[in-house]
């Protein structure tokens, strides 16, 4: 299985300030047929479902703020959040839809400091 | 408007069956597979499996943990999936819900909490 893993667990971010989340894959989630990452980032708050943020490790899902940016590929991939807002305190995952059983993220906690 | 509510969750005791159903509305289901992924009481999310649609087979796919005792079913005409769990252990407690998509969920119910304890 592709295991995921977040960094940090949790951070606090004063508003207004940049918030960097890492995911490391175990594996290469890059496909070299279509040249595609298949990486997600989805965002939790409590009591509700996820919400899709971006796709394909840096695709921005229509409605989602340009603050949220995803990059990296193969192994490695970043989701910034440019400028905290109070509506971004969260939780962060990241999931690789690329082998089965497809794996989730421990996910990342985000405050505002 | 796209829309997936599950529905069946409850309190089991261990070793019983539950099934759990995603009703959808607002698209046309049978030109999507859908996934349930679960999420048990304060901790992260577990994907638990997938039914694609049928131009694909309609096949599946599972987590290891659903393997051999959960199994994913659709009913296109009525727009509904189901997750039929056996055998349940007090380690599936959790919030199911059910999610359209491929490769990545822009769509997901609100979720149905299943118990299973004595």
């Known amino acids: 299985d592709i295991v995921m893993t977040q960094s940090p667990d949790s951070l606090a971010v004063s508003l207004g300030e940049r918030a960097t989340i890492k995911c490391k894959s175990s594996q290469s989630v890059l496909s070299s047929s279509n040249n595609k990452n298949y990486l997600t980032w989805y965002q939790q708050k409590p009591g509700q479902p996820p919400k899709l943020l971006i796709y394909?490790?840096?695709a921005r899902e229509s409605g989602v703020p340009d603050r949220f940016s995803g990059s990296g590929s193969g192994t490695d991939f970043t989701l910034t959040i440019s400028s905290l807002q109070a509506e971004d305190v969260a939780v962060y995952y990241c999931h690789q839809c690329y082998t089965f059983p497809w794996t989730f993220g421990q996910g990342t906690k985000v405050e505002i400091k | 408007e796209v829309q997936l509510v599950e529905s069946g969750g409850g309190l089991v005791q261990p070793g019983q069956s539950l099934r759990l159903s995603c009703t959808t509305s607002g698209f046309t289901f049978g030109e999507y597979a859908v996934h349930w992924v679960r999420q048990a009481p304060g901790k992260g999310l577990e994907w638990v499996g997938l039914?694609?649609?049928?131009?694909?087979?309609?096949?599946?796919e599972y987590a290891a943990s659903a393997e051999g005792r959960f199994t994913i079913s659709r009913d296109d005409s009525i727009s509904i999936a189901y997750l039929q769990m056996n055998s349940l252990k007090t380690e599936d407690t959790a919030v199911y819900f059910c999610?359209?998509?491929?490769?990545?969920?822009?769509?997901w119910g609100q979720g149905t909490l299943v118990t299973v304890s004595s």
């Open positions: 394909w490790a840096s």
């Open positions: 039914i694609r649609n049928k131009v694909s087979d309609g096949t599946t």
């Open positions: 999610a359209r998509g491929s490769y990545y969920y822009a769509y």
